[in-house]
């Protein structure tokens, strides 16, 4: 994967930090936040939320 660019915004709150990543492909961005292996959300873009859920679900699992 070749990501664009990563770095921390900031905490958001006392049990969380917000951190700004970019990649050039949403799947493979999603296959490397998977392997992290640690709790997260994406706040945006949708279409890394989207394949986030494809891989953890199941493509079937997300309308399209």
Excluded at 36 to 64: H, K, M, T, Y
Aim: proline share 6%.
């Amino acid at each position: 994967m070749n990501l664009c660019s990563i770095g921390a915004r900031g905490a958001a709150a006392t049990d969380a930090t917000v951190v700004e990543i970019g990649a050039n492909d949403a799947d493979e961005l999603a296959r490397y936040l998977l392997g992290l292996g640690i709790p997260l959300r994406v706040l945006s873009p949708d279409d890394v939320r989207e394949a986030l859920f494809r891989r953890v679900l199941g493509p079937e699992s997300w309308p399209q």
